[in-house]
């Protein structure tokens, strides 16, 4: 079965003052101008354009050095991760066969992927319930190097977006609650994560967020895949509260 990478990016790269993320990463506040075509061909990047595709889709000549994945999530540039040719390609017959059987890939995904009966929004916190959450592989991937794993892991509950982002970002409190979870989904390991401003979005009913693992543990990722893994607790959440507490 396939994964739906729900990644599209179209706008261009942040160009805002940093601010400082919970999980020691800097991110930065994304721009709502048009990229310039000299980033693109600065980073190796072609665009294309398909009537599939609500924007524009951008393919990379070369993988990305994990370097670069780290430097793109730090600065939240996340408009700048392409998928290789190939893979461009496998994205767009899949949305081009979903459009021949008239369904969507949010109907897809929750049928023949998540197979979740009931996506209703549950009333308890993120990341505390098991049967609420589920890790994927992403079968769409972008150009990442081969010891690099491309994750999704996907919630009932929804991540709310900062009501002061333009762009529907996430708040500094939800990265530091995502951050939690996905450390004790894989601890000890070399990875980055983000979740895609809901400008990037094409599926906004259920959230997830894309979690890139360099050298991942076989028997983490097989844990994680199964369902097999350790949610936020009271105490997390706590903590969390506490720490932004002494900061507020």
């Known amino acids: 079965m396939l994964t739906v990478d729900t990644g599209l990016a179209t706008p261009p790269p942040s160009r805002g003052s940093p601010h400082t993320a919970t999980c020691g990463q800097s991110f930065s506040q994304p721009s709502a101008r048009a990229p310039s075509p000299d980033v693109y061909k600065a980073w190796g990047i072609d665009v294309i354009d398909s009537p599939l595709m609500p924007g524009t ?13 780290q430097e793109i999530v730090a ?11 190939p893979g461009t390609d496998e994205y767009l ?3 081009a066969q979903l459009k021949r059987q008239g369904t969507t890939i949010q109907d ?5 992927e998540l197979e979740w009966a009931d996506i ?3 009333d308890h916190k993120l990341f505390t319930v098991k049967d609420d959450i589920k890790v994927m592989y992403n079968k769409f991937p972008y150009y990442f190097e081969d010891n690099v794993t491309h994750l999704c892991v996907w919630t009932k509950v929804p991540i709310p977006n900062d009501p002061n ?9 939800t990265r530091a609650v995502i951050d939690t979870f996905v ?4 601890p000890d390991s070399q990875l980055v994560w983000f979740r895609n401003w809901a400008a990037l979005q094409s599926v906004r009913a259920i959230s997830h967020c894309h979690v890139i ?5 076989p028997k983490l990722l097989a844990r994680a895949l199964a369902g097999d893994f350790d949610v936020l607790t009271e105490a997390d959440y706590k903590a969390i509260d506490a720490q932004f507490a002494t900061t507020s």
């Open 57 to 69: 889709s951008k393919v990379k000549q070369q993988p990305f050095t994990w370097s670069q994945v």
């Open 75 to 85: 600065t939240n540039d996340l408009d700048l991760f392409a998928r290789s040719a």
């Open 93 to 95: 017959a899949f949305k």
């Open 108 to 112: 897809y995904l929750v049928r023949h």
């Open 120 to 122: 209703q929004i549950p």
């Open 165 to 173: 982002s333009a762009t529907g970002d996430i708040s500094a409190y």
């Open 183 to 186: 450390r004790k989904l894989f």
């Open 213 to 217: 693992i360099k050298d991942v543990d």
